[in-house]
């Protein structure tokens, strides 16, 4: 009997299973059983020669059912059903198509023959959410394609497409059309007489340099520093050198046990189901309707400005791109083109999809030209009467119903959609630069913002590539709010004793990918010295402040377009290197504060850098801002660096325990005052009540 996801039927003498578990086929606990309970039936079932895996919709078994993640595993376990393909003792064949990821491409390794379409693409992820194969992957694979091609794709977790797989041996063939009768006539073919099964278990691995390993080991400690999955592929590898398969698949079955239960896979997996979690807006019912989106209108042809329109073109939307002045406007076309052009010398895209995004940008002088725009973006400086200027503008020309979004990266998005007469059609749609590269974008909603509209953002974030995260207004909203606690104690760290190569080799060590001074001279320190300036109003009297980037910027050092910021950097070159006149201006500013320098360690560094914005999170928590943990961590994932591997800043709390967070805070705010470090009573609550964040 077929299960409710597993259907059983002959096509001849091949029995077809077929796999049908919308929307990407999941291997679930009842995809599971259903195919090893119908492969049984086939193998009993006398008039079978043969046995096709095939699956219904638009991909083969796309990886694991990510709802079981969190569970147990349950019964019947993966390896079990693989082992049972690769012994059967008729032909197993699989049809590949869409994607033959994870469990998926494991099936598809254990099976005798693999047929595939062009399009289809294939490949072992488990490395990326903290884990390996646990099916035989890391012991099949290097059978078909060699040690040193299974090393790199499974310890990248890298996909590959059908002729990749092909070439290599992966797969066995691929067909540009009816790939399931091929499949039946191949399983039929297998089946003949004289035919012999190829078990990829038995198969040898091919005799290889021992120093093959010592490679990627040096390659995991440089391209992956600090995780530990990739150091488990290459040991599960070198099982599947040195032994026979059962014993290779039990060592492979260890290590995944162990690395499936390690702190790095749990917060590797948080970060993975955040995406699908911020997706579902807490207050918005399910299908709220959205507003058609065809044509987009940009504001602004700056850096901002370009990189949306970008955004916007590659997603397949017609653009508008709007500037006041001429020579802006030619120069924000011409760095599009060149970013476009640097794409194709990489090979990243080809020339006619080039040529096919740029004409769907459409630059203009003309404010008549936004009135048809379903969407206006604005991508403007970033000063208050600026914005009201075109704000006013777009009210009075944009088309009933018209979005209009402003991409303010801390200004109230409220105060600004007063300054039209439809605040329910304005919201915030703050991009990250580069926009047409990072994905985070943060979807601001105010109190009058329409829910058609919320959703809108939000589906078009999906659309854009993005992860899109709805964020309630204030000063900075959620990452440039939290950010900004962790620039003040860097600067504050300056003063007291540390310079900027420490403060910054603290952080990555921690696992940020760039540390906050090298982060600000490769964005340019005029950025973030003009916003101080903006903001200077805000500071109060006898609060301690910081001068010392004015300083470095009045002495026309604004980071790597100037060849020196923080650090200074040779030319032609982006390395940061240590300046000696950094470290007598930062030394002198102390002195003539009255400062006595330090020797400040790494942890007080660390906790200063992320505690400070744990603390931050816990009160954007309670104000509403954010709506659930998982919103403020996916910011800082997708926007700012924070390391996948550990979760985001408040899931990286829980771990290390909020009761150790919360007395480290206490013991600042004794040391330097509750001005920045009182305690939020968020926090306070939760260790008091015993429960944390998540």
């Known amino acids: 009997m077929s299960s409710a996801v597993v259907k059983y039927s002959r096509e001849g003498p091949v029995a077809l299973l077929t796999v049908d578990n919308p929307p990407v086929n999941a291997l679930s606990r009842e995809v599971r059983a ?15 020669v043969a046995t096709l895996i095939v699956c219904a919709g638009r ?15 349950q019964e019947p376990h993966l390896p079990e059903l693989t082992l049972a393909i690769e012994n059967a003792s008729k032909p197993v064949v699989s049809a590949l198509h869409g994607t033959a990821l994870g469990g998926g491409f494991e099936i598809a390794l254990a099976s005798h023959y693999r047929i595939a379409l062009p399009a289809t693409k294939v490949g072992l992820p488990e490395v990326r959410l903290g884990v390996i194969p646990g099916a035989g992957g890391t012991q099949r694979l290097p059978r078909l394609i060699g040690l040193p091609e299974a090393l790199r794709l499974i310890r990248t977790g890298e996909s590959i497409t059908a002729e990749q797989a092909l070439s290599m041996g992966a797969i066995d063939e691929i067909v540009p059309t009816g790939l399931t009768a091929a499949a039946v006539d191949a399983a039929i073919r297998l089946a003949g007489p004289g035919s012999v099964l190829r078990r990829t278990g038995l198969l040898p691995v091919a005799s290889t340099d021992p120093a093959v390993f010592d490679e990627a080991l040096r390659q995991a400690s440089t391209q992956q520093r600090h995780l530990e999955a990739p150091l488990a ?15 290779g698949l039990r060592r492979e079955r260890e290590l995944f046990l162990e690395r499936r239960a390690s702190p790095q896979a749990a917060a590797l997996r948080n970060a993975f189901l955040g995406e699908r979690e911020v997706a579902r807006v807490p207050g918005l019912a399910p299908g709220t309707p959205t507003r058609p989106i065809h044509q987009v209108a940009v504001l602004g042809a700056g850096t901002m400005g370009g990189g949306i329109a970008m955004c916007f073109a590659n997603a397949g939307f017609d653009v508008n791109l709007f500037e006041a002045d001429a020579q802006a406007l030619e120069r924000g076309v011409a760095t599009i083109r060149k970013n476009y052009e640097s794409s194709v010398a990489r090979g990243g895209l080809a020339a006619d999809e080039m040529r096919s995004r740029l004409s769907r940008i459409r630059p203009t002088l003309q404010w ?13 400086f970033e000063d208050r009467e600026v914005k009201r200027q075109v704000f ?3 009210d009075a020309i944009a088309k009933k119903g018209a979005i209009l979004a402003s991409n303010t990266s801390y200004l109230d998005v409220a105060e600004i959609a007063e300054f039209t007469r439809r605040p329910e059609d304005v919201v915030g749609m703050h991009f990250f630069s580069p926009a047409n590269v990072m994905r985070l974008l943060e979807n601001v909603r105010t109190g009058k913002t329409a829910d058609d509209v919320i959703a809108t953002v939000m589906k078009l974030g999906k659309t854009l590539g993005k992860v899109a995260v709805l964020v309630g207004g204030c000063d900075g909203f959620v990452g440039n709010r939290m950010l900004a606690q962790r620039t003040r104690e860097a600067w504050f760290l300056l003063e007291e004793g540390a310079l900027p190569q420490q403060v910054d080799a603290a952080l990555v060590n921690f696992g940020f990918p760039m540390g906050p001074f090298a982060v600000s001279d490769l964005a340019g320190l005029d950025i973030g010295w003009r916003n101080r300036k903006s903001r200077a109003h805000l500071r109060k009297a006898g609060v301690r402040d910081c001068d010392l980037l004015d300083q470095v910027c009045e002495l026309g050092r604004l980071g790597q377009k100037t060849g020196a910021g923080w650090y200074r950097y040779a030319p032609g070159s982006r390395a940061p290197l240590p300046d000696p006149a950094i470290e007598e201006l930062i030394t002198a500013h102390s002195r003539a504060r009255g400062i006595a320098r330090r020797v400040i360690s790494e942890q007080e560094i660390v906790e200063r850098c992320v505690y400070s914005m744990i603390n931050e999170g816990a009160k954007i928590l309670a104000e509403g801002v954010a709506a659930r943990p998982i919103d403020v961590d996916m910011v800082w994932l997708h926007g700012y660096g924070f390391p996948a591997w550990r979760g985001g800043p408040l899931y ?9 967070v919360l007395d480290t805070i206490r013991q600042y705010a004794d040391h330097f005052g509750a001005d920045f470090w009182a305690p939020a009573p968020r926090l306070c609550e939760l260790v008091a009540s015993g429960k944390t964040f998540y």
């Open 34 to 48: 259903g195919l090893l309970a119908a492969l049984a039936r086939a193998e009993d079932d006398d008039e079978v």
């Open 59 to 73: 991909t083969f078994i796309a990886g694991a059912d990510v709802s079981e993640f969190e569970r147990p595993p």
């Open 233 to 247: 592929v290459i040991e599960a590898l070198r099982a599947a050198a040195t032994m026979p398969l059962g014993p």
């Open 368 to 380: 008549p030209d936004l009135a048809n725009a379903d969407l206006v973006v604005e991508a403007v």
């Open 392 to 394: 006013e503008k777009l």
């Open 652 to 660: 990286y709390a829980d771990q290390i325990g909020l009761a150790k």
